[in-house]
């Protein structure tokens, strides 16, 4: 099993930033992309951004050159930096990690239990 902890939202004037970390932990042999989405009351889920193993990363329309999405491989950690937030960021931020954990097993998705984040105008 692998469990993903995340931290660091809460609240933020428009403008301001914020920064959001996951840890993951557990039976990890590779992880092959880590990822933020993001829901809204009344929404569905959206990819915010994501980095893939030795691939590209990528943002979702909304946060382009806003947010950055970076990665600690040696600490299983990816985080989230949002800058110049807007009211319209607002929601329940998750994040996702796609887990080898053995070299002979099957990949699997797993996700944190979400942190909220939320922009005042």
């Known amino acids: 099993q692998v469990q993903l902890v995340e931290s660091g939202g809460g609240l933020v004037q428009a403008g301001g930033s914020l920064r959001l970390s996951c840890a993951a932990s557990g039976t990890i042999f590779m992880i092959n992309s880590m990822a933020w989405y993001r829901q809204a009351p009344g929404k569905q889920r959206e990819l915010v951004a994501e980095?893939?193993?030795?691939?590209?990363?990528n943002y979702g329309d909304s946060v382009k050159g806003r947010f950055t999405i970076s990665r600690d491989n040696a600490k299983n950690t990816v985080y989230l930096q949002m800058n110049n937030l807007k009211p319209d960021d607002t929601g329940v931020y998750y994040c996702n990690a796609l887990v080898l954990p053995s070299l002979l097993g099957a990949e699997n998705h797993y996700w944190g239990q979400g942190t909220q984040v939320t922009v005042s105008s």
């Open positions: 980095s893939v193993s030795r691939g590209p990363t």
